[in-house]
Every structure is written in C-alpha cells, then in structure tokens.
Nanobody
Framework: QVTLKEYGGGLVQAGGSHRLSCVVS????????VNWYRQGPGNQREFVAG???????SYADSVKGRFTISRDSVQNTAWLQMAGLNAEDTAVYYC???????????????WGQGTQVTVSS
C-alpha cells in the first residue's frame, strides 16, 4: 500500500519562507512525476508545482519564481520550498505522485491528506 504524508504546514508571516515535505511509503514500480497541489478557501484544487522523473520542473504562474520543487528518489521524499508568501498562498497543500502500480504496472496516482499553510499579514 502506498501512502503519502505531508509535513511542514503551519502559520507563516507574509513575505516569509517555508518548506513542505512529502514522504512516500510503500512501493511504486516507476514514478513518473511528483506534484504539489493546493486548495484555498472556496477554491478548487489547483496545480502548484511538479517534477518529472527526468528532473523537469513546472510551476503555476502564480508561484513561478517564488516556489521550488525538488525530490530525492532514494529518500522517497519531495519538498516544496516557498518564498515571498502572501495571503493568496493560504491553502491546504497536497502531495501527488504518479507512477506505475508495483504489482499491476497500471498508471495510478496517489494523494496525501494535505497540510494547511496559513499566511498571516
């Protein structure tokens, strides 16, 4: 069974920096991408940042230049480094992993339960 657990949520001052972690437990045959999504109050879940198995990174326009995604496949951990935080960044942040099921080789995606980041002004 694959589980994802996010760490690092909390209250952050506007303009400050913060880092989230995502730890993956269980076996995934082949990870194709690790992503971060977020869902703010009254909003739909939206893509924030992603990194492929080849190391290519992509970001939502709203966080480009402020957030950095990284991963360590050996530690089965991904991070989202956030800087220049503002009130619009307040949301529940979710880790998402896409890859092949270890047993069926079917492409699946896995989600963490999310961690709340609140930016105070």
């Amino acid at each position: 069974q694959v589980t994802l657990k996010e760490y690092g949520g909390g209250l952050v001052q506007a303009g400050g920096s913060h880092r989230l972690s995502c730890v993956v437990s269980g076996s995934i045959f082949s990870v194709s991408a690790v992503n971060w999504y977020r869902q703010g109050p009254g909003n739909q879940r939206e893509f924030v940042a992603g990194i492929t198995s080849g190391g290519s990174r992509s970001y939502a326009d709203s966080v480009k230049g402020r957030f950095t995604i990284s991963r360590d496949s050996v530690q089965n951990t991904a991070w989202l480094q956030m800087a220049g935080l503002n009130a619009e960044d307040t949301a529940v942040y979710y880790c998402n992993v896409r890859g092949q099921n270890y047993y069926t080789y079917e492409e699946e995606q896995y989600w963490g339960q999310g961690t709340q980041v609140t930016v105070s002004s």
